[in-house]
Structures are given as C-alpha cells and as structure tokens.
C-alpha cells in the first residue's frame, strides 16, 4: 500500500452504525482509514 491512507467520507444518523462501520474498515487494513463521520448531507457539504 502507498503511504496514502484510504479516505472515508461516511453520511450516516445512527452513531453506532457508524461506529461498527468504522471498525469494520479498521481491521484488515495496515494503516487505518481516515473516516469523516456525518449524520446529513448538508453536514456533509459544509
């Protein structure tokens, strides 16, 4: 892998589905994502 991590942008309102998500993305990865968590698209795009 290059030294560029993978770059999540996550738009979810259930903070423990985002939570379980982000473990999930975590686990087989060498170097953990970078996860952005929203819980809207307005959020998101400010």
Sequence with gaps: MSG?????????DNA???RLLQEML???ARQAPQ????QTMQD???
């Design 16 to 18: 423990a589905d985002a």
């Design 44 to 46: 998101a795009e400010s």
């Design 4 to 12: 560029t991590a993978l770059r999540v942008l996550l738009i979810e």
């Design 26 to 28: 975590r686990r087989p």
């Design 35 to 38: 996860v952005t968590c929203c």
